[in-house]
């Protein structure tokens, strides 16, 4: 017997002030360093929106966008004599 696959679901929004500590990348302050980078991508995307003073993400929109820079892993190189973080 086979199961089927269960493709975990987000919550259905968040502000980045109260990041989920379960969705990538897992803390408010590193949230804030992929909304900088990514700022256009995440707002092509609907993934997010500012409501009053807040960044609001939008957690399908979220995920669709993160499956889309799965395409970009196969480039990614790690130097060999890269240290780990502590």
Same mark, same amino acid.
């Given at each position: +017997?086979?199961?089927?696959?269960?493709?975990?679901?987000?919550?259905?929004?968040?502000?980045?002030?109260?990041?989920?500590?379960?969705?990538?990348?897992?803390?408010?302050?590193?949230?804030?360093?992929?909304?900088? +980078?990514?700022?256009?991508?995440?707002?092509?995307?609907?993934?997010?929106?500012?409501?009053?003073?807040?960044?609001?993400?939008?957690?399908?929109?979220?995920?669709?966008? +993160?499956?889309?820079?799965?395409?970009?892993?196969?480039?990614?190189?790690?130097?060999?004599?890269?240290?780990?973080?502590?």
């Amino acid at each position: +017997m086979t199961r089927a696959a269960v493709k975990p679901t987000l919550a259905h929004s968040w502000t980045l002030e109260n990041w989920p500590s379960d969705v990538f990348p897992n803390d408010t302050e590193r949230a804030r360093y992929v909304v900088r +980078m990514h700022k256009a991508e995440l707002l092509a995307a609907g993934a997010i929106a500012r409501v009053g003073r807040q960044l609001v993400f939008f957690g399908a929109n979220y995920q669709r966008w +993160m499956e889309t820079k799965r395409a970009d892993v196969p480039n990614f190189k790690i130097a060999p004599n890269r240290q780990a973080a502590a």
